[in-house]
Structure formats: C-alpha cells, structure tokens
C-alpha cells in the first residue's frame, strides 16, 4: 500500500510517528513535508498529499496540522480528494464507509500518537460499502456541475 503523507510544522511530531508506524507495517511511505519545525504554510503539504491520491500515486493520504482542519480544508480544493478530519475510531470508519475518503487529517493539539496510530489502522482497512453512498459520493465530484473551489 502506498500512502502519501504530509504536514505543517504544526505537526510534525505526530506525522513522523505516523510515518514510522506506517514503514514498520510494511506500507510504501512518500513523505511530502514539512521536515523541520520551521513555520510553513499547510495549504503546501496538504494539497500535495491531495494531489498524490487524486493522481492515484497513492493509495491513500495523512496529514496533520496542529487542529486537523487547515489541511482538510486545503486537501478538499483538490479534485478527487475526499479529506476528513478524524476524532475518534467511528469517524474513521464511517469516513471510509460511508464517504470514501481517501485522506485522513489529524490535529497533533488533540490527539495522542497512539489513538492516532489506532484510528489510521481503523480508516485503512474500512471498505467503502457503496451502494446508496455512491451516488451521494459521486455527487462531490466537479464532473457533477457543482464547482469545487
């Protein structure tokens, strides 16, 4: 599995514990940044972790930014990228359930690196059930006439 990740500085110490539980279960890690605490701008990070999924060069995204929602936000400006901001296990399996999310956000304020780690395992092997939620889906994307940015 190949998973594009990414974050602000805001964030860095929970991506690189991210990006290190994700190598040692074996899946192939692109790192997009930010590598040190210097302050960045999210919008960068996350829409190239956004870009990444929505190309299909990744099979999935992870950012984190200090709240979780700057990078969502920004990941969401990208077509085909579905980024939710994730709280707890069920909004991790239902964002894959029900909405297909492709990119899980976090906020390193909030969360520990363990429940982290936890709810990323969770999102991962959800499957999307399809069905009535693909239409609904299907319905975020620009080709439907709603425009995205």
Partial sequence: MKISIGSDHAGLELKEALAACLRARGADVADRGTHSKDS???PDFAQAVARDVAAGTADFGVLVCWTGVGVAI??????????????????????RRHNNANVI?????????????????????????????????????????????
């Fill in 105 to 149: 956000c976090f906020g390193e304020k909030f969360i520990a690196a363990g429940d982290a780690e936890a709810w990323l395992d969770v999102f991962l092997k959800t499957p999307f059930d399809g069905g009535r939620h693909a239409r609904r889906v299907g319905k975020l994307e620009p080709s439907c006439g709603v425009p995205v940015a």
């Fill in 74 to 95: 920004a990941a969401n400006k990208i077509p085909g990228a579905r980024a939710v901001n994730c709280f707890n296990a069920e909004t991790a399996e239902l964002s």
């Fill in 40 to 42: 960045v701008d999210y």
